[in-house]
């Protein structure tokens, strides 16, 4: 992991992510005040979509094939890094926040609809009844892929433990004890774990590495899942004028978050260096 050209385009894409907020809500201001066109909001919301897939293409270049270095990175702080997932947001997380920001409790007022049980929802953003029909089965799908994923995840991590790393641990503790009861308790045992060229180490250095492999080709299907769900969303589902504002709200969040998780956390660490307590 080049850790310096991952942080460089993580800090690249929060000035982007600031400078986007910035561009949305005053898109989103004009159309309200009738002074945007369609066109306009469109070529707003087309270079929003180009901002992320420049930062997913940028940090896949600086740590190609190492999926670690996105799962839990370590310029994010630990609340940021708890609620990952492959990387990101789950993707599911716009369609919700579409849900939140065209009403309270519009999402399980789509569902009774879709399903027939309910009248339509009176929504803040005027959605139609067919666009809610599109975001409810949108929504479904997303779920849906981020479960397979989600399942795919979990798999490769019972596969990393069980073969090979669990039977090269009772691999080494038994060369361990067999070379201590060679030469005693105050004999030079060595490094642990050094095999040699084929040995145990070889076989730890090729579990990991298929494992960030692996990891790795998981998070660029979440990405692209992410890209999916908010393209359709915003692209082929809601009006141009919809689309500005539930991408500003998307931005506001992630930098809401990024913020409050860094206020919080120096605060506390603060508070620690004060009172001489370790973390």
């Known amino acids: 992991m080049d ?3 991952s942080l460089a385009v993580y800090r690249r894409w929060i000035a982007g992510q ?3 907020l910035a561009e949305l809500e005053a898109a989103s201001a004009n159309a309200a005040a009738g002074r ?4 306009e909001l469109r070529a707003v919301v087309a270079r929003c979509m180009l901002g992320y897939q420049d930062y997913v293409a940028g940090r896949r270049a600086a740590s190609p094939g190492d999926g670690t270095a996105f799962v839990a990175p370590p310029w994010c702080t630990a609340f940021e890094r708890s609620v990952l997932w492959l990387g990101g947001c789950r993707p599911s997380l716009s369609i919700r926040l579409f849900y939140n920001l065209s009403g309270e409790g519009l999402e399980a007022q789509a569902e009774e609809f879709v399903n027939g049980r309910g009248p339509l929802p009176r929504g803040r953003m005027g959605i139609t009844p067919g666009q809610l029909v599109l975001v409810n089965d949108l929504h ?3 779920l849906h892929q981020e479960h397979a994923l989600s399942g795919r995840l979990a798999t490769l991590h019972e596969e990393v433990a069980d073969s090979p ?3 090269i641990v009772r691999q080494r503790a038994a060369a361990t004890a067999a070379q201590l ?3 005693g308790c105050d004999g030079a045992v060595g490094r642990l774990g050094v095999a040699g060229p084929g040995g145990v180490d070889a076989e730890v250095d090729a579990a990991l590495s ?7 080709q998981l998070v660029a299907e979440g990405d692209e899942l992410r890209m999916e769900t908010v393209r359709a969303l915003a692209t082929e589902i ?6 500005v504002e539930m991408l500003a709200a998307d931005k506001q969040l992630h930098l809401a978050v990024r913020d409050w998780s860094r206020r919080t956390e120096g605060a506390g660490a603060q508070q620690r260096l004060n009172t001489g307590r370790a973390p």
């Open 210 to 216: 298929s494992y960030r492999a692996g990891l790795a």
């Open 140 to 142: 479904c799908r997303t």
């Open 18 to 20: 600031e400078a986007g």
């Open 238 to 243: 809601l009006t141009p004028r919809q689309a």
């Open 181 to 183: 009861a060679v030469t």
């Open 165 to 167: 790393l669990f039977p």
């Open 36 to 39: 945007a066109t369609d066109a």
């Open 3 to 5: 850790t310096e050209r």
